[in-house]
């Protein structure tokens, strides 16, 4: 490898860990997100054009900060916003005047400047698409083809969404600023929402021939911590963390060697990764702690917790888990959160009981094209004998999934229904 793409390859490194703090820098300085990237990257193009020959500086990224900073009050110097920038353009001047270079970014609002960052990016005015991607392309550092590739769609479309991101921001004056007050909760459940769909697309890939993208996982898992560390009193950031720890903890037995699904019940446990496992007990503990057992995140970490804490399967708590369910039911409902307490009611009280919660869900419209509402079916039905009605079940699930892996666990669900004795 050559020194210039040694050096290269260390940019790209620093630009990993320094993009999101150099955005939300600008961001609060310019109060356009939008211009925020653009003299980010621009920032970026000049350390590969400098780099290479001078050397990476001993702090990177106040290199980049004091360039971005310079390159913004050039343009605001010949752009027509310079009227309305003048008192903050003043103010960038004169900080950039008497610090020195490296100086510029020891800057104790740091924290508070990511925080609106993420705030902002994942605005309720968003949809979620755009959430996710926006979400993904400042904070997360992915370049859009590597978004457009994890969720298995064109890069034009992913750029589509940024762009479109970017302008609603704009339009609709969404101000660079932390929520305050009543605004919080429903802004914080916006942010941690975002972080979620992010997760469970790793963690269960909705189309595509793999069952899992561990990427995905990470870049949430890696949006948790920086949220736990930029919000510590909030109970619900712990409680998803912990959630996102203790499922992320099953990868290592999630798949066979030739990458198809291996289902919770006959995963081997002792690969389960025992450090996430006491990081994911350990966030829980603390959202507990600060008040939070019942938000929806420690929730299902708690529930998360049941199954990371039986040795094996048949000595999972299904009794504390189908109490779990009910009480999630209760601060969250929704016909997903019910699907899963039917499986657990089948544990506790028999697949009858099982069924009987899941024919009240089959009129449900959000649950019309969700597989897994007769891949569970099916799986009680095979245990009440129904095996014709079960192979039923499983071919339908097979038909409304877009994951390939799935698709074909599902039909071999089918297949073997068909052979069982009768």
Not at 136 to 145: C, Y
Not at 156 to 183: H, S
Not at 227 to 242: D, F, M, N, Q, T
Not at 282 to 299: H, N
């Amino acid at each position: 490898m050559s020194a210039t793409d040694d050096t290269h390859r260390r940019i790209e490194a620093v630009w990993r860990i320094e993009a999101p703090r150099l955005i939300a820098g600008l961001a609060r300085m310019l109060r356009d997100f939008g211009l925020a990237e653009e003299m980010a990257q621009d920032a970026l193009v000049t350390a590969l054009e400098t780099w290479p020959t001078s050397g990476v500086p001993e702090r990177p990224g106040a290199w980049l900060m004091t360039t971005a900073k310079r390159r913004a009050i050039d343009r605001l110097r010949r752009d027509t916003l310079a009227a309305r920038k003048h008192v903050q353009l003043g103010y960038e001047l004169t900080l950039l005047q008497h610090a020195d270079g490296d100086d510029v970014e020891r800057d104790d609002g740091i924290g508070d400047d990511l925080l609106r960052l993420v705030f902002t990016a994942c605005h309720p005015v968003l949809s979620a698409d755009a959430r996710v991607a926006l979400t993904l392309r400042v904070l997360g550092g992915l370049s859009t083809a590597e978004i457009a590739r994890a969720f298995l769609v064109s890069e034009a479309t992913i750029a589509q969404r940024i762009v479109r991101a970017k302008r609603t921001l704009a339009e609709k004056q969404v101000p660079f600023e932390l929520p305050r007050g009543a605004e919080l909760a429903p802004r914080l459940a916006s942010v941690l929402e975002v972080v979620y769909l992010i997760f469970n697309e790793g963690y269960a890939a909705t189309a595509g021939t793999d069952w899992m993208r561990p990427a995905l996982c990470a870049q949430a898992l890696r949006l948790g911590r920086i949220l736990a560390s930029l919000a510590p009193y909030e109970p619900e950031v712990y409680g998803l963390l912990a959630l996102m720890e203790l499922q992320a903890s099953r990868f290592p037995a999630r798949t066979n060697v030739h990458g198809e699904p291996v289902l919770l019940a006959a995963q081997d446990r002792a690969r389960w990764d025992a450090g996430r496992i006491r990081r994911g007990l350990a966030a829980l503990a603390r959202a507990e702690a600060l008040g939070g057992a019942e938000g929806p995140y420690a929730l299902q970490a708690a529930l998360a917790a049941c199954h990371a804490r039986a040795g094996c399967y048949a000595a999972t708590d299904w009794s504390r888990i189908a109490a779990l369910y009910a009480r999630l039911t209760r601060v969250a409902p929704s016909p997903v959160v019910e699907l899963n307490r039917a499986v657990a009611v089948a544990m506790v009280e028999g697949a009858q009981a099982g069924l009987s919660v899941l024919d009240a869900l089959v009129d449900e419209p959000r649950l019309a094209d969700y597989h897994l509402l007769p891949s569970v079916r099916g799986e009680l039905l095979i245990r009440l004998g129904r095996d014709d009605e079960a192979r039923a079940a499983f071919e339908q699930a097979a038909a409304l999934t877009a994951n390939a892996r799935e698709r074909a666990l599902l039909t071999q669900r089918a297949a073997a229904c068909a052979r069982r004795p009768s």
